[in-house]
């Protein structure tokens, strides 16, 4: 695997350690794409537990898909913020598309398109959050891990929300999370349309904290917090191994501290006034 997919990274995983946490209330499907490329996207919803229009989450998977111990990780945090007032959209951007872990984390035009066709797939999400009665669509965020994280900062970048916002009518995204994502998307610099939280590992060896932390941005609010001793996927429940010559597994220190901050940050962000 050469350095440009390593930099897109994924969360290409093998052990799942335990079984996932409670069923999604719900499977939806909701159609995402342009022109001929459109398809049926398929999500878990998991229903706010107050009442009232209330606060969506968007949750992206890394370039592995659905696997067994992203799952059970995003559906622990879909769990976690339910419990503070939001709808969470678990979101399967590959498993639709027939996309295999294997052909996705060892394809450098596959990651590179999936960068541009997920950003159009959080906005059609949350359109169709929109829709909902129990959602308020001025209050909808995205948390990713891996390349869904990339995905993450994509969707907050200003010229990003400039065209789907601004230009083609999608509900804005209010704030990102990026778990260990690639950031040399950013080129250094980023403006930015709504703060992000970014959790990088100081022993990443996949994707680079330091490129994280060196990120000089504008127009929101823009922070990183390293865990030193972190490798990538520190959030998942597997055992520390090697994939394609990199480190992944979880860090237990790591993965309570930032679901604690992960929470904190998108109830806080819920909590400010976005008429706009």
């Known amino acids: 695997m050469n350095r440009c997919c390593r930099l897109i990274a994924c969360a290409a995983l093998v052990t799942c350690l335990a ?5 999604a209330q719900e499977i939806v499907k909701f159609d995402t794409g342009v022109g001929r490329e459109r398809i049926k996207l398929g999500a878990e919803l998991h229903r706010s537990r107050s009442e009232g229009p209330s ?4 949750l992206l998977h890394g370039c592995g898909g659905w696997q067994p111990a992203v799952r059970y990780t995003l559906r622990s945090y879909a769990e976690d913020l339910q419990k503070l007032g939001f709808v969470v959209l678990n ?3 590959f498993g639709p598309r027939s996309y295999s ?11 590179r398109q999936a960068l541009d066709y997920r950003t159009t797939d959080v906005f059609d999400a949350a359109r169709f959050l929109q829709g909902q009665s129990f959602v308020d669509a001025r209050r909808v965020f995205v948390v990713g891990q891996s390349n869904g994280g990339s995905v993450a900062l994509n969707v907050v970048r200003a010229s990003t929300q400039d065209e789907y916002v601004g230009r083609r009518g999608y509900p804005a995204i209010r704030g990102a999370v990026a778990y260990y994502p690639w950031c040399g998307m950013l080129s250094g610099k980023a403006r930015l349309a709504a703060p992000v939280q970014v959790f990088s590992g100081g022993k990443d060896d996949w994707v680079s904290a330091r490129e994280c932390a ?3 941005a504008s127009g929101a609010d823009y922070k990183v917090t390293v865990y030193a ?5 520190f959030d998942l429940q597997i055992a520390h191994q090697k994939y394609a010559g990199f480190s992944i597994g979880n860090d237990p220190v790591a993965a309570e501290d930032s ?11 819920a909590t400010k006034d976005h008429r706009r």
């Open 91 to 93: 979101l399967d951007s």
């Open 101 to 111: 872990a294997d052909e996705m984390c060892a394809s450098n035009e596959r990651l």
């Open 19 to 23: 079984a996932a946490p409670g069923a």
């Open 214 to 216: 060196g990120v000089e």
């Open 259 to 269: 679901r604690r901050r992960m929470t904190a940050f998108l109830s806080g962000q």
């Open 229 to 233: 001793d972190a490798p990538h996927s």
């Open 55 to 58: 606060p969506a989450a968007i």
